[in-house]
């Protein structure tokens, strides 16, 4: 049975509203339907539908299969290697060119055509690609491959046929890679392709950590080209480390005639955000660097911001972020929604800007009301918030969140109410599975198509699994841990879309309730939760060639009901619970070195939350870190209230985040106190009151006020950016 479709979505996907393609003004075999509104003066609204009449494929099959056979034809089209009778009206009617050489100075009336006439000559053109232009005019179809689609789309442009230009710089768009873009950058700007050359660009820009380890075209580029790739702000990379080094790589390939350029190269690099080893050994000690007199100023600049010589300056006014150490702008964006803090749900967004490790308030809450422990997944610009709890209903509703407009809108709700889902995006579907509907725990799996506004029933988990986590890997969805009703699960299964079979895997080596998994450099990845005795900080993966597990290092937070997403090719941990209370506590996991760096906390504590990376946001300044110049600032103030905190005799053992104030150390719901998600929602009145004994620890009368507003101040301003991580 199927969920009806909701009224504002019958037209998205309505198959029979085609779209008409007037290019060049020739019309398309389609059929195209116009809604005219007549405007306020009415109540109602009038509409009519006007059926457009057009010419059908069997028309202009037509029209070639008599240019093929050379039937009624009245010109000739002629190359160095062939030459083509066509129709002058058809070919006028797609190309301005050809118009201009049967109507223009080039035309007679069609009874005193000649041959000399009606014969157009086109020099240094293919007879294959001649036959691609002239089937395009005919058909509006031609075949374009790698082999062909510089020469197609520069002799379309030359014969002024702007449809198929256009399609040969999608195709163009399409084909790009690391080892082809700079190529391509070079064509486009050639041939004044602007939005094309702007794509390009864009690709580099974005993947430019592939893009130089694997293009060798990029060393040939113009020194202003160069300067312009890496001083941009949206150059996509987490060390600058690789910016120096593509540096030396472009010097090196003509070094007597580029080695002088070095200190200019070095104003594109974020110096400042290097790691101090590789700036150290690679940079300052560098002899390109060391032949130039203006390098020195620089390396002066970047030893004084990296051990921070100048920042306890009193005499200095309010310090702002140098060039050299400015973030450049991020490319992905975390999205944390909703979740459950104080004993109550909460509807706040916060985004993580990767690149100044700020978290950033979003004003843009869900008017339908808060949610906790509920599901989310990403199809292109919107998240799918999916069940979930507010401490009062069991959700099987489904909302909408679009990032690019900042609005929500409701879809078809889910067959079942399920709170501690485990939701997973694949294909363009999303499927939600298990969790728990105020009754029973479940093992029920529906899938959601957003074309169809349609939840649709599908073969069932072999366990029953709330509180569980899924993620997808290779076309298969993994749903791991979980709790059943009795005890917290160390199971496994994953689900094959092609079969609708679910399939049981090697179990876990720890039980894990309230856990989080992604999909991460070709396995699964399965951190925190609760095994039924206390919080986790443990974290393994699964290799589906070997079937096994494997221990991760442990995080330095332990933490249940917790945000989990990959960005910058890291692990980000984000909130939580870790057993005693709510925590705001980010931390990221670094494959490469294989330990957990700590990053900068949420500004609202909170558990049960879901973290979605939403890339290539349009209006991603509106989620980013605002005040980047203020960085430095904020670095002085924060080692300020480290220095005050020192001189009152306070040590890093009493920075604890169970100092801080009453609304933010306040215990979580039994959802997280019981079975981990917990069973005993209908006790949370009782709970919330709880002993005396909680009661007392959050009693602001019971910590020593001075101390706990330091400890509070220190908790908040911790480092600013992953290489003030690094030097500390």
């Known amino acids: 049975m199927h969920r009806a479709r909701d009224n504002d979505m019958i037209n998205e996907q309505n198959p029979d509203n085609f779209q008409e393609n007037n290019d060049e003004g020739v019309v398309m075999p389609q059929l195209d339907v116009d809604v005219i509104d007549y405007g306020d003066e009415q109540t109602d609204t009038i509409a009519s539908k006007i059926l457009k009449t057009s010419i059908s494929d069997q028309a202009l099959n037509t029209l070639n299969d008599l240019r093929c056979k050379n039937l009624l034809c009245d010109a000739v089209i002629s190359v160095p290697d062939a030459c083509f009778n066509v129709h002058r009206a058809i070919m006028s009617s797609s190309s301005s060119y050809f118009r201009a050489q049967f109507t223009g100075f080039n035309s007679t009336e069609v009874k005193n055509l000649t041959e000399e006439t009606r014969h157009v000559h086109i020099p240094g053109m293919s007879g294959s690609i001649m036959e691609q232009i002239i089937q395009y005019a005919y058909l509006r179809k031609c075949t374009i491959n790698a082999d062909n689609v510089h020469e197609l789309l520069i002799s379309a442009d030359y014969v002024g046929i702007i449809g198929l230009v256009t399609l040969c710089k999608q195709y163009l768009a399409q084909m790009l890679t690391p080892e082809n873009c700079v190529s391509i950058m070079g064509f486009a700007r050639f041939r004044f392709l602007d939005d094309l050359y702007a794509k390009a660009r864009n690709y580099l820009l974005r993947y430019f950590i592939e893009v130089a380890s694997k293009n060798k075209d990029i060393y040939e580029m113009h020194l202003n080209d160069f300067y312009d790739i890496i001083s941009d702000d949206e150059l996509n990379t987490r060390e600058e480390d690789h910016v120096w080094k593509l540096c030396l790589k472009w010097i090196d390939h003509d070094p007597e005639n580029r080695k002088h350029h070095v200190a200019q190269l070095m104003q594109g690099v974020r110096l400042g955000l290097m790691t101090p080893k590789c700036f150290m050994e690679e940079v300052k000690e560098h002899p390109y660097v060391l032949q130039s007199e203006e390098a020195k100023p620089l390396i002066v600049e970047t030893f004084k911001f990296m051990y921070d010589l100048d920042i306890m300056n009193p005499s200095s006014g309010e310090l702002t972020t140098p060039p050299l150490a400015m973030p450049r702008l991020p490319h992905e964006v975390i999205f944390a929604i909703g979740g459950w803090s104080g004993g109550t749900s909460k509807g706040c967004i916060e985004t993580y800007d990767t690149r ?34 507010d401490g009062v209903e069991y959700f099987n509703t489904c909302r909408v969140f679009d990032a690019v407009k900042k609005t929500w809108k409701e879809v078809a709700p889910m067959h079942s109410r399920r709170c501690y889902v485990s939701v997973a995006e694949l294909n363009g579907l999303i499927y939600a599975m298990g ?3 105020g009754h029973n725990r479940l093992n029920t799996v529906e899938r959601y198509n957003p074309k169809t506004n349609q939840w649709t029933v599908i073969t069932p988990m072999n366990m029953l699994r709330s509180d569980a986590s899924a993620c997808t890997l290779k076309g298969k969805i993994y749903a791991t841990g979980g709790f059943n009703g009795q005890e917290c699960l160390d199971s496994a299964e994953s689900y094959d879309p092609i079969t609708n079979v679910w399939t049981r895997i090697s179990n876990m080596n720890h039980r894990r309730s309230g856990v989080s998994c992604v999909s991460f450099r070709g396995q699964v990845y399965v951190i925190g939760g609760f095994n039924g005795t206390a919080r ?13 597990w494997s221990f991760i290092p442990e995080m330095n937070h332990s933490r249940s009901n917790f945000g989990l997403e990959i960005i910058d090719d890291m692990i980000f941990a984000i909130g939580g619970f870790n057993g005693v209370s709510t925590i705001s506590h980010t931390e990221c996991y670094v494959p490469e070195t294989g330990e957990w760096m700590e990053a900068t906390d949420m500004n609202v504590v909170r558990s049960a939350l879901t973290a979605n990376n939403v890339a290539g946001l349009p209006n991603k300044s509106d989620y980013i870190h605002k005040e980047r110049d203020r960085l430095m600032e904020e670095r002085r103030q924060r080692l300020l209230v480290s220095a005050i905190a020192r001189e009152d005799n306070v040590t890093t053992s009493n920075m604890s985040v169970e100092t801080q104030d009453a609304s933010m150390d306040d215990y979580d719901t039994p959802n997280e106190d019981a079975d981990d998600e917990e069973d005993v929602l209908q006790d949370l009145p009782q709970i919330q009151q709880g002993p005396q004994g909680l009661n007392d620890l959050n009693n602001d009368n019971n910590i020593n006020e001075p101390n706990r507003r330091f400890r509070l101040q220190m908790r908040n301003q911790r480092p600013g950016s992953h290489h003030e991580i690094r030097r500390r």
């Open 356 to 389: 100044a490790d700020r978290w950033v308030n979003i004003p843009a809450d869900d008017p339908a009301g808060p949610r906790g422990y509920h599901g989310t997944a990403v199809i292109g610009y919107k998240i799918y918030l999916i069940g979930g709890y």
């Open 435 to 437: 969790g728990y509907d």
């Open 536 to 548: 986790l900080s443990t974290g393994e993966r699964y290799d589906p060639e070997t079937q096994t």
